[in-house]
């Protein structure tokens, strides 16, 4: 599963809903290591989708964090409570960099996963997603999870996590509807099949390698990553043209004629 960057096994099972039955190797080895170590605290570490917003608001959750619970009526005990003050910690001291962007992760009691297991077993157990962010998205979450696991460190070490207030967690806003990550707002749009010429917005997703039309219509109670204001441009079909080059064109040369034929709409 890790040499292929997917959360299921060489057996097909989903590592993280495994904590129960334990009968994938990698299950049994992280039971086995808490049984033995007995840590007091655990951080569990995951991406969640890049487009969440905080709440209903139109900010990115950069960061969505939870204390799980650790059964269906969501009590608090001392383990929980302890995860909360980390939560809250976290939270305060990520301020800085990220106000208006931390979040609180949104899910109900699993028992078959290992984060809400860990709470059950009593291990104060923290969970950090990783979510978007608006420019070098990859270094930056680096840098905000490298902040977030250092200071809960230090506040662990030094106790000084203990006077953090759980309440600021259960305040915390949750995560809220998706964002796309282009909204180009009112641009006129002529089609090349002879319907007359229309106003209207277009959504516009990234994926690995290209950008995917998601939406098109009234999208004006949506909020997106960027967006462009299309007062005045005019949307067209992309042109086509077929261009003989001369072996001898460098690639300075090609990379002009390429820009100019951009510019054209080719």
Do not use: C
Not at 13 to 42: C, H, M, T, V, W
Not at 106 to 121: C, E, L, N, T, V
Not at 185 to 194: F, K, P, R
Request: proline share 4%.
């Amino acid at each position: 599963g890790a040499e292929i960057h997917k959360r299921r096994n060489a057996q097909g099972l989903d590592i993280n809903r495994d904590a129960r039955d334990l009968q994938s190797p990698e299950g049994k080895l992280l039971y086995r290591l808490q049984s033995e170590l007995r840590p007091e605290f655990g951080f569990n570490l995951h991406n969640q989708d890049k487009r969440n917003s905080v709440g209903d608001t139109d900010k990115l959750a950069t960061i969505a964090l939870m204390a799980p619970p650790f059964d269906y009526d969501l009590t608090d005990n001392p383990v929980r409570i302890r995860a909360k003050k980390i939560v809250s910690h976290i939270y305060q001291t990520l301020g800085p960099y990220l106000y208006g962007h931390v979040s609180k992760y949104d899910a109900d009691y699993m028992p078959r996963s290992f984060g809400d297991s860990m709470q059950s077993w009593g291990i104060s157990t923290v969970l950090i997603e990783s979510g978007g962010w608006y420019q070098n998205t990859e270094t930056y979450m680096q840098k905000m999870n490298f902040i977030a696991l250092i200071s809960s460190f230090h506040a662990i070490a030094t106790e000084s996590y203990m006077q953090a207030n759980p309440a600021i967690y259960d305040l915390l806003d949750e995560n809220g509807r998706d964002l796309f990550d282009l909204l180009i707002q009112d641009i006129t749009v002529i089609d090349g099949t002879g319907i007359p010429a229309f106003t209207t917005d277009i959504a516009v997703n990234y994926s690995t390698d290209r950008g995917v039309i998601a939406d098109l219509g009234d999208l004006n109670i949506y909020a997106s990553r960027d967006t462009v204001h299309g007062d005045g441009l005019i949307l067209l079909p992309g042109l086509i043209g077929v261009v003989g080059l001369d072996a001898a064109v460098d690639s300075t040369e090609l990379a002009n004629r390429a820009n100019a034929m951009l510019k054209k709409g080719f």
